[in-house]
């Protein structure tokens, strides 16, 4: 009983508490359950809920990060060992599809994802049947269909298909798309994930000792 009323202290709003901070913590739940990606849409998604005015004072990325961190130790207790699964089978991915230059974008990079999230990879190829052809002589099963993407705004094949019991998402861009997609923080290749996963488990190391 004892715990169950600290979590919701926790959880629940205060009457002392910032509005600011309310928004944070019901964008924090918003995206911990999935039912948001976007923090700043977390945030706006949180603000009508709460029955609170547009004009209240936003949660930035930190605080809502942190509200983050707050949830998933109380609900996810599992969850660094849950995310260190994921990237380890998104860095086989990238290995697996090196040869369209592949990077890994979403949740799982961001951190926010949890045990049954999605994969969610970029690869690059002028002709997306080679793609499809390269599943079918691995022997993989997929679905494909056309999906929005905000390169030039125009229609590109995003194929799904099931790997170790999670689900990956490719979504096929042309290659003259990879040299802008290169410069943004909000991806990562091979190389990138691998040094982002060693230096992961070298903080945990470190805060277990």
Not at 162 to 179: E, I, M, S
Request: aromatic residues 8%.
């Amino acid at each position: 009983m004892i715990q169950h009323a600290t979590m919701r202290r926790t959880i629940m709003s205060t009457p002392t508490q910032s509005n600011t901070a309310r928004i944070a913590q019901r964008a924090a739940q918003l995206i911990c359950n999935h039912q948001q990606s976007d923090p700043k849409i977390a945030s706006l998604q949180a603000t009508l809920e709460l029955g609170l005015s547009r004009k209240e004072a936003q949660p930035n990325e930190a605080e809502i990060n942190a509200a983050i961190a707050d949830y998933r130790q109380l609900f996810s207790p599992n969850y660094d060992a849950d995310l260190l699964n994921l990237r380890q089978k998104s860095l086989a991915l990238l290995d697996f599809f090196q040869q369209f230059q592949p990077f890994l974008i979403g949740s799982v990079l961001k951190g926010s994802a949890s045990k049954h999230s999605d994969i969610n990879l970029l690869i690059f190829s002028d002709d997306p049947k080679v793609i499809e052809i390269f599943l079918l002589n691995q022997q993989i099963a997929y679905s494909c269909k056309e999906k929005r993407t905000q390169y030039r705004q125009t229609d590109s094949p995003a194929i799904a298909f099931w790997f170790d019991n999670t689900q990956v998402h490719l979504q096929v861009l042309p290659t003259t798309a990879r040299h802008q997609a290169n410069k943004k923080a909000d991806r990562a290749n091979y190389e990138q994930l691998k040094q982002l996963i060693a230096s992961s488990t070298q903080i945990d190391c470190i805060a277990t000792d």
